[in-house]
Nanobody, 116 residues
């Protein structure tokens, strides 16, 4: 079965850290660009960070620059989002997306709640 599973969310206090995982089954992530998105209640979905497939380059939104880091482990067939110095405004449901040409998969959301 082809699926993408996001995990690692939780509740932390402001300034804390979490590491989200996006694991693939049924296909390999090697050639896919992986993006992390989030949606907070009452807000539109926002792109957070992405990592490309060829050289591992990453891009991050200004709102998380310097705090969030995306990495991939092709051996584990997974991508990670390390989130440090979390702020209450980072509270959202986080999703991962795998994209390669016309092929795309979405993982289910994992909730991140940051309290002040």
């Amino acid at each position: 079965q082809v699926q993408l599973v996001a995990s690692g969310g939780g509740s932390v206090q402001s300034g804390g850290s979490l590491r989200l995982s996006c694991a693939a089954s049924g296909f390999t992530l090697d050639y896919y660009a992986i993006g992390w998105f989030r949606r907070a209640p009452g807000k539109e979905r926002e792109g957070v960070s992405c990592i490309v497939s060829n050289d591992g380059s990453t891009l991050s939104a200004d709102s998380v620059q310097g705090r969030f880091t995306t990495s991939r482990d092709n051996h584990e067939n997974a991508v990670y989002l390390q989130m440090n110095s979390l702020k209450p405004e980072d509270t959202a449901s986080y999703y991962c997306n795998a994209l390669w040409g016309a092929s795309t998969y979405w993982g289910q959301g994992t909730q991140v709640t940051v309290s002040s």
